[in-house]
């Protein structure tokens, strides 16, 4: 049990365009949502947190009309991120926590480079 | 907020022999602490937790302990092999918030 699927896998984009990353939690519902951003050798740096049907609470320093977060039902959440730069090329990774649940679980990851 | 300190950033170890990995937490209300495991280009995958009501917690090569009064807690993993080569993250999670703060995370090198 307790799995979360990430699509896609790996983006390569132009500099400019917007790109999509989905979250799901496949087989519980996901009451929070949590997305992070890692750096090569580095640890997981949360970028936000989303409860279903809320916006988003992000963390200092990451920009919210950038980093677009929608958790619209229970089991899906996504991240855009808007007029990507090669400086917002790295590995985004969501996790999911049910109702009352402390452990989150993690997706796989999307490896954005951008161009 | 809740600060995580964690030690050693590298760990080498010959196959067979214990690894012992170190984390500190600042915030006294923090009372649940997961162990991730990430390996190269995927996802960290928890390990084990323990909560603040126990001292210390047992899944077979793997142990974590808990120190609530010098706010400290350890993963061991004994009779290490090749495949627990990874990097282990600690975390501390403040009671109520479900908001993780991580650790800096350790690369454990297994020597076959």
């Known amino acids: 049990g307790a799995v979360v699927s990430q699509h896609p896998s790996r983006v390569i984009c132009k500099s400019g365009t917007s790109v999509k990353i989905e979250c799901r939690s496949l087989d519980f519902q996901a009451t929070t949502m949590f997305w992070y951003r890692q750096f090569p050798k580095q640890s997981l740096m949360l970028m936000a947190t989303s409860n279903e049907g809320s916006k988003a609470t992000y963390e200092q320093g990451v920009e919210k009309d950038k980093f677009l977060i929608n958790h619209a039902s229970l089991t899906l959440s996504t991240l855009t991120v808007t007029s990507a730069h090669p400086e917002d090329s790295s590995f985004y990774i969501c996790?999911?926590?049910?109702?009352?649940?402390?452990?989150?679980?993690f997706g796989p990851g999307t490896r954005l480079l951008v161009l | 907020g809740e600060n995580v300190e964690q030690h050693p950033s590298t760990l080498s170890v010959q196959e067979g022999d214990s690894a012992v990995i170190k984390c500190t937490y600042s915030d006294s209300a923090s009372n649940y602490f997961p162990w991730y495991k990430q390996e190269l280009g995927k996802r960290p995958q928890l390990i084990i937790d323990i909560r603040s009501d126990v001292g210390e917690k047992k899944d077979q090569r793997i142990a974590v302990t808990l120190n609530k009064t010098a706010k400290h807690f350890s993963l061991h993993i004994t009779e290490t092999q090749p495949e627990d080569s990874a990097v282990y993250f600690c975390a501390a999670v403040r009671g109520g918030s479900y908001i993780p703060t991580f650790g800096r995370g350790t690369s454990l090198i297994v020597h076959p």
């Open positions: 996790s999911a926590r049910g109702s009352a649940q402390e452990t989150q679980y």
